[in-house]
């Protein structure tokens, strides 16, 4: 059982006064509290970026590693121990900026890993930059006359490069969040959740009521298997009309399920044989 108090640390959130990051946070900790998730059975890594901080205020095993590296981090502590709830914090610069090529190849391998976007549509902690998810045309710090680029889709590209569940919430949503992470996590193989959340300092565009009046949920009715639909729905992000909730869901062997020299055993449990390898350096050293 885990108690709230299990996953406090030292260290208070430094976050902005409104910051979605906040209710992000609490949702996730509420989640962790319902199943158990402590430091024995979980590990959290988070990019570089505000939402980074996460896990200095977060007790369970974490890795905060290079901008936009937190996926291959991710990808080995789940290789190497196939037992542990691995999630991933990703920015949306850190994910599809620098992290971008990472995030493509760990939807197609279908690892393990629930992943989670702090979607506030720039680069927050170095002062409000346009990320590769900033609308066109919108006005941020590197980008006063407007954002000349096209932006990702974080569901579509997710879907495209073969994540196997895909959902979007709103960070202020926070029961609905928990009950999806817990889903998410609950998924054999890649779920990304894109968060979306306002940065009240340097986004005045995607604001907390924003969020209220413009989001709703998919229809009870939606069928979450049809990639082709999902698709469809995810591109319906108009800012005028933004869907929530599971958009796609795939049942399909996880990359760590297909590690057939491990024969279900843990990578770090598994026996290592020794081997005299100085015949083979002795050629070369
Ligand atoms: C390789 C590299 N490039 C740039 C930086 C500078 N940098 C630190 S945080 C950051 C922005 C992070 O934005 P995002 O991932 O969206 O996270 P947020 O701060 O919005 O949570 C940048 C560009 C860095 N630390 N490393």
Redesign the pocket.
């Known amino acids: 059982m885990t108690k709230m108090t299990d996953l406090q640390t030292p260290f208070m959130p430094n976050w902005c006064p409104g910051c979605g ?1 906040m209710p992000l946070w609490l949702a996730f900790k509420n989640a962790a509290v319902k199943q158990g998730w402590d430091n024995t059975n979980t590990a959290v890594v988070a ?6 901080h996460l896990v200095n205020f977060t007790k369970l095993t974490a890795f905060e590693g ?3 590296r937190a996926l291959p981090a991710a990808t080995g502590i789940k290789i190497a121990n196939n037992s542990l709830n691995v999630f991933v914090f ?6 599809f ?2 992290g971008g090529n990472h995030f493509i190849h760990a939807c197609r391998r279908n690892h393990n890993l629930t992943v989670i976007l ?1 979607d ?1 549509g ?5 002062t409000g ?1 346009s ?1 590769p998810i900033t609308p066109h045309d919108a006005k941020t710090k590197s980008t006063p006359f407007g954002n000349p680029d096209e932006p990702f889709n974080p569901l579509v590209m997710a879907i495209a490069s073969g994540a196997t569940f895909v959902a979007r919430a709103y960070a202020s949503n926070m029961a609905q969040l928990t009950e999806l992470m817990i889903k998410a996590n609950q998924h054999n193989g890649f779920s990304f959740i894109d968060v979306l959340q306002p ?1 009240e300092t340097f986004n005045k565009q995607f604001t907390h009521p924003f969020f209220q009046e413009n989001t709703y949920y998919l229809e009870e009715s939606y069928d979450p298997t049809n990639r082709e639909i999902a698709l469809t729905r995810a591109r319906e992000f108009d800012l005028k009309k933004i869907p929530l909730g599971i958009f796609y869901e795939e049942k399909k062997p996880a990359y760590e399920d297909q590690l057939g020299y491990l024969n279900g055993e843990i990578l770090y449990k598994h026996g290592t044989q020794k081997r005299d390898m100085s015949s083979l350096f002795a050629k070369y050293i």
């Open positions: 990051n990019g570089i970026g505000c939402h980074g290079l901008h936009g990703t920015g949306d610069g850190d994910c900026g620098e702090h506030n720039l680069y927050a902690l170095t930059q990320s940065c």
